[in-house]
Structure formats: structure tokens, C-alpha cells
């Protein structure tokens, strides 16, 4: 299986796919704002500084992401496939991985960018429930994600919370970042023969993970 590298629009979906390729074909999982949302919880001064820049919905500066981004490839046993979820932000950032990803010999991987209109996309966002316990993630405006008790998490019983950045405000920023950054990101990897672009509202869920899977196979 390749590697895959998730390029998307705010609450596209990469949690939920990522989650079914970890399930299913036993995928490693690095999301950067779940790594960036841990050092907040360090209740250090770069943790206050990061919930800040998380609260805004704009984005944490290229220097740090580099370094988090490295560390983690270092530590993962590369011989298993492996989700990026959530960089490349920037073309900046682009060229930084595929430095490291030159250093690390892996060259089996795709970029996919999952992509959705704004409306959608914000719907899904304000709607959006998560876990903080086991990271099983919901939304209270669609009814087939609903949990089956009202904030409670079906899997661990935990009480569900909404992230600090999906509120109107930092979701419309987090977007226009999204849209301001992302053609050069795309146009990259489609030069390398390296992408995939799904619009995520044409399909199911189910259906779209028919599709990233006939792709990385
Ligand atoms: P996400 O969980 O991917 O939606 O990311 C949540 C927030 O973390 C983003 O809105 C950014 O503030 C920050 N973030 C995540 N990944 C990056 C990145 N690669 N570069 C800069 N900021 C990031």
C-alpha cells in the first residue's frame, strides 16, 4: 500500500478515512493538529502560544511544523504504510517533506486532496463532536452520525466536546487559508504524478473510500 498524504479542506473527512484506513489496512496515523493540540495540553508557553494561533484558525509557524513533522517520521517504523494528515499547508511546507521524504528513501505515496464547497463544509463543522478519549468523532446535524445518547461517545462513554476552532469565525478563516494556500500544493504534486483530487460531496462516504483504496493499492 502506498503512503498517503491528505490535502484538505477543513471537515472534508480526513479523520474519519484515516481512521478506516488505520482500521482496515492498518495504517499509521499522523495528524498534525492532534500533535499540535498535544502540546497544548502541555500548559507550557509554546502550548499557550499554539492554542492561540489553533483558537484563530490561522496557521503555526513553518519552523515548528518542520520540526514536529520530523520528529515524528523519525520515530515511525517506515515499513508500514503511513497517513500524513493535515500537512502540507503550504508549498513551503511541500517542498520541506519532500526533502524529508528524500532523506528517509520513501517514495511510495500519493497526495489526495479531498475537497468540499464552503456551506457543506461548515454545516459539517459546527455539527462536529469528538472524543477526547478515544478519538471517535460524531455530528449532532446529520442524523446518521448522531451519537445514540446526546453527547455521550457510543464506544467509551466519555462526555463528547467540539473542538475550540469550530466555530464560525476560525472555521471561515481556516477555509479561506485552505483556499488561498492549496492550488500551488496541488499543482506540485500533479506535476509529480502524484495526485488524486475526490470532491467529496459527489460520493459516500463509503464510496470514496473505494476510491482511495483502488489508488494506493
Ligand atoms: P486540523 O486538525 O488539521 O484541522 O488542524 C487544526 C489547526 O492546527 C489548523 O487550523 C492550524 O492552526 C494548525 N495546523 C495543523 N497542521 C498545520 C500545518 N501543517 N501547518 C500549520 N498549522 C497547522
Known amino acids: 500500500m502506498k503512503n498517503i498524504i491528505f490535502i484538505a479542506a477543513p471537515a472534508t473527512g480526513k479523520g474519519t478515512f484515516s481512521n478506516m484506513l488505520m482500521e482496515r489496512y492498518g495504517y499509521n496515523h499522523i495528524s498534525t493538529g492532534d500533535l499540535l493540540r498535544n502540546i497544548v495540553k502541555t500548559n507550557t508557553s ?35 504504510p503511513f497517513i500524513i494528515d493535515g500537512l502540507p499547508r503550504n508549498i513551503n511546507q511541500a517542498l520541506y517533506l519532500n526533502k524529508l521524504f528524500d532523506e528517509l528513501n520513501v517514495n511510495n505515496y500519493m497526495a489526495i486532496n479531498l475537497d468540499l464547497e464552503y456551506e457543506v463544509a461548515l454545516k459539517r463543522a459546527l455539527g462536529r463532536l469528538s472524543c477526547l478519549n478515544c478519538g471517535a468523532t460524531y ?79
Open 46 to 80: 509554546l502550548g499557550n502560544e499554539v492554542a492561540n494561533v489553533l483558537k484563530s484558525g490561522k496557521l503555526v509557524e513553518d519552523e515548528l511544523m518542520f520540526k514536529i513533522i520530523k520528529e515524528k517520521l523519525n520515530q515511525m517504523d517506515l515499513t508500514k
Open 139 to 217: 455530528n449532532k446535524f446529520f442524523e446518521k452520525f448522531k451519537p445514540i445518547k446526546e453527547n455521550i461517545c457510543d464506544k467509551c462513554g466519555n462526555v463528547l466536546d467540539s473542538r475550540t476552532d469550530d466555530n464560525e469565525e476560525s472555521f471561515k478563516e481556516r477555509f479561506e487559508t485552505y483556499q488561498k494556500n492549496v492550488k500551488p500544493i496541488l499543482d506540485y504534486y500533479m506535476n509529480n504524478n502524484k495526485l488524486l483530487k475526490i470532491n467529496t460531496h459527489e460520493f459516500t462516504n463509503e464510496e470514496i473510500f473505494d476510491i482511495i483504496i483502488n489508488a494506493v493499492k
